[in-house]
């Protein structure tokens, strides 16, 4: 999808992905302590937003417009010291190169690009991901396909963990977690109905001294 086809994802519906952050970029980040961030493809923003709130400056990356433009006036609800915190940045990651070695933590959630781009970009964002720093990497997993439900239903912008960790073969990271996890997904009673499978890939760069 170009970023015209997701303007009018994001215009035909309010808060697609909902105001939540998502369950595993809470699960993997509320231990950290707030620096910079990185929010690749951040949508309407809710990742970003949940980092403000505890203290992250947050760079929030996204080509659709219409996205960036909901996550900007989700952030007016907040006060003003958290929403200060996000720089609203409308960009193709195709083409899109962050500072390098700036970030403390970057996240790549839910982006489904074909192999060679999705792993050029997860290449540079490994290359922003600072000493000391967390990358994490979250999407549906290819097994979502048979295994679980929603998502893409192309199998080529889907990715395993293990696909994760060949794209950023070489990148100087170390993998702190790499695996397929099952997220509830709820029914129209709230409870949860049926799962999505995961890919979910956590990694550090080790610091200066090189520990990890
Ligand atoms: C499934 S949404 C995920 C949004 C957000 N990460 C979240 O979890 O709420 C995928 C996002 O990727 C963005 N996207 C897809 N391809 C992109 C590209 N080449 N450059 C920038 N953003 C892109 C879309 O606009 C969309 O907002």
Not at 9 to 23: Q, S, T
Not at 126 to 144: F, I, K, Q, S
Not at 146 to 154: F, H, S
């Amino acid at each position: 999808m170009d970023s015209r086809a997701w303007d009018e994802r994001y215009a035909a519906a309010e808060m697609v992905w909902g105001e939540e952050a998502n369950r595993w970029v809470v699960r993997e980040t509320e231990g950290l302590m707030p620096g910079r961030a990185l929010d690749l493809a951040a949508g309407e923003g809710r990742n970003a937003l949940w980092l403000a709130a505890r203290g992250w400056q947050v760079t929030a990356v996204d080509f659709s417009a219409v996205a960036l433009d909901r996550g900007r006036r989700l952030a007016e609800r907040q006060a003003e010291h958290i929403r200060g915190r996000v720089t609203w940045v409308r960009a193709d990651l195709s083409d899109h190169r962050p500072e390098p070695g700036a970030f403390d933590l970057v996240l790549v959630v839910y982006l489904h690009l074909p192999a060679d781009r999705r792993r050029a970009v997860l290449r540079r964002a490994a290359e922003a991901t600072a000493p000391g720093g967390t990358l994490l990497v979250v999407g549906h997993d290819t097994a979502n396909l048979t295994e679980g439900v929603g998502g893409p239903q192309d199998p080529a912008v889907l990715f395993t963990p293990e696909d994760v960790l060949a794209d950023l073969a070489g990148e100087g990271l170390e993998t702190v977690r790499a695996e397929k996890l099952h997220r509830p997904v709820l029914g129209p009673d709230g409870e949860p109905a049926a799962h999505a499978v995961d890919a979910l890939v956590r990694l550090r760069r080790p610091d200066a001294a090189g520990t990890a």
